[in-house]
C-alpha cells in the first residue's frame, strides 16, 4: 500500500515554502542519516532521493525494515514518545531530507489541518504495508515476495508513476528485506532476467511482466480458494 497524497495538497510545496520550519539537508549514497540508539527529536520528509531502514539485532545481525522514497516521511516514532530511535535509516541514493524538529511538527498538525490529513494518510498506509509484510513473509514463497519487493521499489502503483530504472540496492540488502539467502536472491534475479522480467542495461530496471508472476500466484490461490468452497 502506497501513502496517498491527500487530495488538492502537496506536502513538498507546503515545506518548501519560505520560512518553513525543519532544515534541508543533502546526503550522498551510503550516508548515515541517523542511528538506532539515537535520541527521537525530529521527524524527517524525504524530498528527493530514497532512504533504508535497517535494525541491527543483539547479536549483530542486520534486517531490513523498510525502504522509502520521495515524498514520504520516518522518523514518526519521535511523536509517539519514543525516547530513541528503533531503526538506522541511511540514503541509498543521493537524497535531499528535511528535517523537522519533533516540537515544530506538533505545532504544524495541530495548526495546518491539510498537512495534518496529509499525514495521517501517510502513517495508515504505513500501517497497512507493515500488515501486507507480514502477511507476505508468512503465506508467500520467497520468489514471489522478491518480485513484489522489487516492484514496490519501482513504485508501481504511485500517483507519479513507475519508476523504471531502481535506485542501487545490493544483493545483500534484498535478500534481508525478502527475509532469504543472497544465492537465493542472484538465482532468482537470474531467473528474472532470462524471462525478461528485469534487465541490468545502465542501471537494474523493472519491466512490466514482473506484475504477471504476483498475478499469476494471487489468481492460482483464488482459484484454489474457489475449488475449496
Known sequence: ???????????????????????????????????????????????????KLSVLSETGKEAVVGVLGTGEFFGEGALAGQPVRLATATAM???????????????LLHQQHAFSDRFIAHMLARNNRLEEDLVDQLFNASEKRLARTLLLLARYGKPEGPQRVLPKISQEVLAEMVGTTRSRVNFFMNKFRKLGFIDYNGGLKVHNALLSLVLHDAAASDRGVSARS
Open 1 to 51: 500500500m502506497d501513502p496517498p497524497k491527500t487530495r488538492g495538497f502537496d506536502a513538498q510545496a507546503f515545506l518548501n515554502r519560505p520560512g518553513m520550519v525543519g532544515k534541508v539537508v543533502d546526503y550522498p549514497p551510503a550516508k548515515v542519516i541517523y542511528t538506532q540508539g539515537d535520541s527521537s527529536d525530529a521527524i524527517f520528509f524525504i524530498q528527493l532521493g530514497s532512504v
Open 93 to 107: 541514493a543521493a537524497s535531499r531530507i528535511r528535517g523537522i524538529p519533533k516540537r515544530q511538527m506538533i505545532r
